[in-house]
């Protein structure tokens, strides 16, 4: 295995056990590391039994004329995920999924985090153009309390203990954003555990519009993950009480995949629908594992998804998709129409990525007809990209794997004391991202447009990105505006066992 990043960064904790691994074969292929099974021990529920839990909202703590406050605390929790037996997770309030916080765009928000576990936590606000003290930097940690961290090697790292106030503008327009904790070295096994839930910005256009809501609008959050027979999370961390050595075995390096498809927690659940449209604002949560969405049966009368938004809010125009690729840490605000299908029709979302048990996800029963009195616009949005003329600089990452250094981007390892860009405030660039293998690719702070994708852009690039799927030998150009905020921010692999194993970069806006 390849050095640790314990010698950039280093605690003085207990030694913890090290987890019993069953018999695998090498994970590799020409070299690199792949996404690897982490197979369940514990007896796997049937599909579609459970029913789906809807999110709880927080409820602000109190509001001002200028903000918003919310309270979370990360915390230790049991949850019942596999029917009869008990599962410890980390959670926000307690819950898995967190609980989602709505926002208003130019409204702010500040969220006071408490940490009640036994680790350092970070919580980054993914998609969100956030101030650098609050975008959650891998190193800014919330310490538990009574914890000491000996040698660390940061020296801009803003650490505290027991609480942080996150402070979020929300200068952006309406969408699909989601809050996880980020830790350095330790995202992979702290997100596995629980830490993730959904933070939804509104607006005046998007609610102008008449889009299903109320009921009609769901968050799906989509994630994998694997149970011990005794109900706990089965994770391949090298050390499980994520205090000392970070990773995981070789052969899990190129990506954990679970064996139970979990939608807001719950296994291959179900839900009834009315023969209405619904607008499903889908959150690929898991780890490394990737998804084709698709709906069984087809429905007749056109493709089954209208695609109305993406990473950054609405797009111009629906898209019509027969099937939607996800990539980790992307969001898909989706249109399905369930007057298509009869009364007493079954739907199941599968995934075409995979077969068996992982190829399904969960089931809508149609059980009841109702008024529909929404309607999808053949214009959403106004959305005005930059100039690609007006680029001042054009940069190149290559995002590949190195035998002795791991997950490197241009073939250096994550540092926090190395700075790999310095654009300039209200500058555009483009940035040139290549790739030797599936990179989900995740800048902080900004959203981008994709000028091209191997070629034109792909069917899953329009509107405003923060995170880019590429493929083996795949090479994609962005079009960057950096606005608002000065500082250092992080770009990223998002198959977090890939972050983890130091597939990051800087750079500070100046």
Same mark, same amino acid.
């Given at each position: 295995?390849?050095?640790?990043?314990?010698?950039?960064?280093?605690?003085?904790?207990?030694?913890?056990?090290?987890?019993?691994?069953?018999?695998?074969?090498?994970?590799?292929?020409?070299?690199?590391?792949? #996404?690897?099974?982490?197979?369940?021990?514990?007896?796997?529920?049937?599909?579609?039994? /459970?029913?789906?839990?809807?999110?709880?909202?927080?409820?602000?703590?109190?509001?001002?004329?200028?903000?918003?406050?919310?309270?979370?605390?990360?915390?230790?929790?049991?949850?019942?995920?596999?029917?009869?037996?008990?599962?410890?997770?980390?959670?926000?309030?307690?819950?898995?999924?967190?609980?989602?916080?709505?926002?208003?765009?130019?409204?702010?928000?500040?969220?006071?985090?408490?940490? /009640?576990?036994?680790?350092?936590?970070?919580?980054?606000?993914?998609?969100?153009?956030?101030?650098?003290?609050?975008?959650?930097?891998?190193?800014?940690?919330?310490?538990?309390?009574?914890?000491?961290?000996?040698?660390?090697?940061?020296?801009?790292?803003?650490?505290?203990?027991? +609480?942080?106030?996150?402070?979020? #503008?929300?200068?952006?327009?309406?969408?699909?954003?989601?809050?996880?904790?980020?830790?350095?070295?330790?995202?992979?096994?702290?997100?596995?555990?629980?830490?993730?839930?959904?933070?939804?910005?509104?607006?005046?256009?998007?609610?102008?519009?008449?889009?299903?809501?109320?009921?009609?609008?769901?968050?799906?959050?989509?994630?994998?993950?694997?149970?011990?027979?005794?109900?706990?999370?089965?994770?391949?961390?090298?050390?499980?009480?994520?205090?000392?050595?970070?990773?995981?075995?070789?052969?899990?390096?190129?990506?954990?995949?679970?064996?139970?498809?979990?939608?807001?927690?719950?296994?291959?659940?179900?839900?009834?629908?009315?023969?209405?449209?619904?607008?499903?604002?889908?959150?690929?949560?898991?780890?490394?594992?990737?998804?084709?969405?698709?709906?069984?049966?087809?429905?007749?009368?056109?493709?089954?998804?209208? +695609?109305?938004?993406?990473?950054?809010?609405?797009?111009?125009?629906?898209?019509?998709?027969?099937?939607?690729?996800?990539?980790?840490?992307?969001?898909?605000?989706?249109?399905?129409?369930?007057?298509?299908?009869?009364?007493?029709?079954?739907?199941?979302?599968?995934?075409?990525?995979?077969?068996?048990?992982?190829?399904?996800?969960?089931?809508?029963?149609?059980?009841?007809?109702? #008024?529909?009195?929404?309607?999808?616009?053949?214009?959403?949005?106004?959305?005005?990209?930059?100039?690609? /003329?007006?680029?001042?600089?054009?940069?190149?990452?290559?995002?590949?794997?190195?035998?002795?250094?791991?997950?490197?981007?241009?073939?250096?390892?994550?540092?926090? /004391?190395?700075?790999?860009?310095?654009?300039?405030?209200?500058?555009?660039?483009?940035?040139?991202?290549?790739?030797?293998?599936?990179?989900?690719?995740?800048?902080?702070?900004?959203?981008?447009?994709?000028?091209?994708?191997?070629?034109?852009?792909?069917?899953?690039?329009?509107?405003?990105?923060?995170?880019?799927?590429?493929?083996?030998?795949?090479?994609?150009?962005?079009?960057?505006?950096?606005?608002?905020?000065?500082?250092?921010?992080?770009?990223?692999?998002?198959?977090?066992?890939?972050?983890?194993?130091?597939?990051?970069?800087?750079?500070?806006?100046?």
């Amino acid at each position: 295995m390849k050095p640790s990043r314990r010698e950039i960064l280093k605690m003085a904790v207990s030694s913890g056990s090290v987890l019993s691994l069953p018999a695998i074969e090498s994970g590799c292929v020409h070299g690199r590391p792949q #996404p690897r099974l982490m197979t369940s021990r514990a007896p796997l529920p049937k599909p579609f039994e /459970a029913t789906l839990s809807r999110i709880p909202v927080l409820k602000p703590v109190r509001l001002d004329s200028s903000t918003d406050y919310y309270e979370l605390t990360a915390q230790q929790a049991t949850a019942q995920i596999l029917p009869g037996l008990a599962t410890r997770i980390w959670g926000y309030n307690g819950g898995f999924p967190g609980p989602t916080i709505e926002a208003r765009s130019g409204h702010p928000v500040s969220v006071r985090l408490r940490n /009640a576990l036994p680790v350092p936590i970070v919580n980054h606000l993914h998609g969100g153009h956030t101030p650098p003290e609050s975008d959650g930097y891998p190193t800014d940690f919330i310490l538990p309390a009574g914890f000491v961290l000996s040698d660390m090697h940061d020296h801009m790292a803003r650490i505290v203990q027991r +609480q942080r106030d996150y402070v979020y #503008p929300n200068q952006q327009r309406a969408a699909t954003l989601w809050y996880h904790d980020h830790r350095m070295d330790f995202t992979a096994p702290q997100v596995w555990r629980g830490l993730a839930g959904f933070y939804i910005i509104r607006d005046d256009e998007e609610e102008q519009l008449r889009l299903p809501r109320g009921e009609k609008e769901i968050p799906l959050l989509i994630c994998d993950r694997s149970f011990d027979s005794d109900g706990s999370l089965l994770y391949p961390s090298l050390d499980p009480s994520l205090l000392k050595q970070a990773g995981v075995p070789h052969e899990y390096m190129g990506g954990v995949l679970g064996d139970v498809m979990l939608v807001n927690g719950a296994p291959w659940p179900r839900l009834e629908v009315a023969n209405t449209k619904y607008r499903l604002r889908i959150l690929n949560a898991s780890n490394a594992r990737r998804y084709e969405l698709a709906l069984d049966p087809v429905p007749g009368g056109g493709a089954p998804f209208l +695609q109305i938004g993406s990473d950054g809010g609405l797009l111009r125009s629906p898209v019509a998709h027969r099937s939607v690729k996800m990539a980790p840490a992307e969001r898909f605000d989706l249109v399905v129409d369930f007057s298509k299908y009869r009364i007493g029709s079954s739907v199941t979302l599968r995934n075409q990525a995979d077969d068996g048990p992982m190829g399904q996800i969960m089931q809508f029963h149609v059980t009841r007809q109702e #008024p529909d009195e929404s309607t999808i616009p053949s214009e959403l949005s106004r959305i005005a990209f930059p100039d690609p /003329a007006q680029a001042i600089a054009t940069r190149v990452f290559n995002f590949s794997y190195r035998s002795m250094a791991g997950w490197t981007i241009n073939g250096k390892p994550y540092d926090p /004391a190395r700075m790999d860009a310095r654009p300039k405030l209200d500058t555009t660039e483009i940035w040139r991202l290549e790739t030797d293998f599936n990179h989900p690719l995740h800048l902080h702070l900004v959203h981008f447009q994709v000028l091209s994708h191997s070629g034109r852009p792909g069917p899953y690039d329009a509107g405003w990105k923060d995170t880019i799927d590429l493929g083996p030998g795949q090479t994609a150009n962005i079009l960057v505006r950096f606005t608002g905020f000065r500082g250092r921010y992080v770009f990223h692999c998002h198959n977090l066992e890939h972050e983890d194993m130091s597939m990051m970069g800087n750079f500070e806006v100046v």
